[in-house]
């Protein structure tokens, strides 16, 4: 038995990743990248915010003596703060009610940075609150209350190429060489139609990133957007390009401009720790004899959320005493998945809902015919099973064929980058 231990939360399957939203300049990185808050775009150049601290002390004075940097400690809030500084409560109380977008002073956090400015007379004047490195709220005196605004700081951007081979898991292979979790996720997610990151992966696959690296003031502060991938399964080579159109959509194409996303998800669930492997003529315990085995088994935890392969409509959402839970899903005329032993329904799976590619629609469980929690998978081509890893699939939307032209010229250089490969064993061996 394959076991595939992967950490992955598939949160976003319709989508590619919080860096991939849509964005006018491709040559800066998205603000959103490090984080959940999506602040709008601000160029500012504020002087402020080059006084660095060090995590070690917790005040230090900078020159000029009315500005201080104050870094957030354990335990502390923003009136311990406030009453540390020698400010009011009244201040505090008046800075709080300035906004809406003041309330997230409310919600600070150890290791954040606030830059306290004073006038003359010892009255605060400014203030910035650095909730990531990539964005401040400054908050400016106006009369008896505060203007707020919200600053982005734009990140330096450095395309790096970084390649991986997968020794155990895609996820070990990924911190191996220092690549995060959360940029691990958004490189499956990219190839989540074509490969089937529960199942497929095996010992020699490797993939290759040319990715934005992010620094602030020459530190590196996370990665950005994935602009094109490599994926190596199993000796089938895939290959993505991340392309904006004239329009602001973004997408990834194969290098023919065909786009990565298709009909159907090769693994219908969002999984944390699953394991399995695909045969047709495995023992299945209850019976105790060989049956055709005429679909997929996802060993995944009870609870782990399974989703809708394509995009439908609910024909069955019922119980037998074999299937226990189940859900069918037809797919067109000609397409129909079917999804056995759940622990319960999705909160929308009833028959002649229609569902979108990657809404849940229940969650694994062992009901019915089952000798553990998993999620038996089948997809059925013109009413016959197929093995959904294998089966020809309808091709997805091409890019604009007046756009192909410009995705072209946009590829070269990154395929470029792609292809000037090293060995990846080398590699590995180096960043060890
Ligand atoms: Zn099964």
Known sequence: MTIVLAFLALSDLNGYGIADLPREDPAVANVNALGKHSPPRAETSDPTVSSEVGNTSKIEHDSPADIRTVIVQPRDNLALIFQ?????????????????????????????????????????????????????????????????????????????????????????????????????????????????????????????????????????????????????????????????????????????????????????????????????????????????????????PVGTPVLAAGTGQVRVAGHTNANGNYVVIGHGSEFETKYLHLSKFGPHTKRGQRVNQGDVIGYVGSTGWATGPHLHYEFLVNGKHRNPRTVPLPKSNPINKHELKRFRTQMRPTLALLENRKSPNLLTAATD
């Open 84 to 300: 540390r500084e020698g400010l009011s409560a009244k201040e505090l109380q008046s800075m709080l009610e300035s906004d809406q977008l003041a309330k997230r002073l409310k919600h600070i956090f150890p290791g954040q940075k606030l830059i306290f400015e004073r006038g003359e007379d010892g009255a605060l004047t400014r203030l910035e609150y650095s909730p990531t490195p990539l964005q401040s709220l400054v908050f400016t005196r106006h009369g008896s209350s505060f203007d707020v605004e919200q600053v982005a700081h734009p990140p330096e951007i450095e395309i790096k190429v970084i390649r991986g081979l997968i020794d155990h898991s895609l996820f070990v292979a990924s911190q191996r060489i220092g690549l995060d979790d959360e940029t691990t996720m958004r490189l499956a997610q990219i190839f989540q139609w074509d490969i089937d990151f529960v199942l497929d992966i095996r010992k020699g696959d490797e993939f290759a990133l040319v990715v934005e690296e992010l620094y602030l003031r020459g530190d590196f502060i996370g990665y950005g957007n994935i602009l094109a991938a490599k994926f190596v399964n199993q000796s089938d080579s895939y290959l993505a390009f991340r392309y904006v159109d004239r329009e602001g959509a973004t997408g990834y194409f194969n290098p023919n401009g065909e786009s990565m996303k298709k009909a159907f998800l090769r693994a219908p669930l969002e999984f944390t720790r699953i394991s399995s492997n695909f045969n047709m003529k495995r023992i299945h315990p209850l019976w105790n004899r060989t049956m055709p085995h005429r679909g997929i088994d996802y060993v995944a």
